[in-house]
């Protein structure tokens, strides 16, 4: 298998995983990367490796292979859980990339990137290894119009703020398990503030963004992005605020017509799933407290003082009563 060369900025990425057969590519792609049908020249004779770092909202992924092409159509589109965006920097090899009737052909220090709610067509060459970004959509929502129009378009990694990001995006692939909890959603929007502002200032990325999305529309991916991390326990102000690239007193103001703070909410939605799965039939086995971290409670004594607070039970009665009134 092909080694990685330098790329430009790029001077190393993380180690693969163990090489697999074209039987189990489907699968270890879709783990890692998208769903896709493939086709193989010499099936018989192809490998690949991959590998997957997440890190917050985002995913680095090393991938390294032989030669094939691959498809993405309505039918396996609709599998996929959230929009994202692919950003894919080409370490060696060749790799041609296809995407609203554009096709990009990358050669190492080259990237591009797509939309996972559209189609598109891939193919590498035999000593293909690239470095790629995946990351919602909503994270550059501000500049997404603008982007659309860069779809399966060859950029280059040695040009405007192109090397510094990629080296950024490099060292944080290598770095990401040395990142505290903490702090991991505010470097997120530090980062792509970093990779938007790179994508946009690109030649044929629309001159004018569309206006900032107004309070109603904000509150409700802030509400959406919450519900989607309850099960995070240090999900918090800080990290709501991070994620949306507005300050913490911002947020806090976004909520003063809502009747409930932003911690106040948190807490209120995960004692509602709380009380959904301990009220499940189902679920009788699986023991409260498991239940309470599953939701993001750090504690099963944390857990039970804020679930008897809101609803007058403790977890074991109301699970017991619930049931009961089921049975």
Known sequence: MAQASSAGPVSGVPALDQPVSSAGWRDTVARSLLHFDFDF??????????????????????????RHAAHRDAS?????????YLLTLQLSGEFRL?????????????????DSTRPASVASSDDYRSLCLKFPKRLVAASGEGLDELTATRLEADAGLAPSVWALLSTLSETVDSVSNANRYSTVAGVMNLVGAMLTGQPGAAAETPPAASRENLLHRIYGFMDEHLGDPDLGPREVAAAHFISVRYLHSLFQDSGASV????????????RIDL?????????????????????????????????GLTPADYRHRATAANG
């Open 263 to 274: 911690a106040a909410w948190i807490r209120d939605r995960r004692v509602e799933r709380c």
């Open 279 to 311: 009220a499940d039939p189902a679920l009788l086995n699986v023991p409260a407290a498991a239940i309470a971290q599953r939701w993001g409670f750090k504690t099963a004594s944390h857990f039970g003082q804020i679930f008897k607070a809101a609803t």
């Open 76 to 84: 396996i589109i609709s599998q996929s859980h959230r929009p994202e």
């Open 98 to 114: 296809t995407q609203d009737d554009r096709t990009a052909i990358l050669k190492p220090g080259q990237f591009a990137f797509y």
């Open 41 to 66: 020249d010499e099936p018989n004779s192809f490998t690949g490796a991959v590998s997957s770092r997440p890190f917050a909202d985002l995913e680095f992924i090393t991938m390294a292979c032989g």
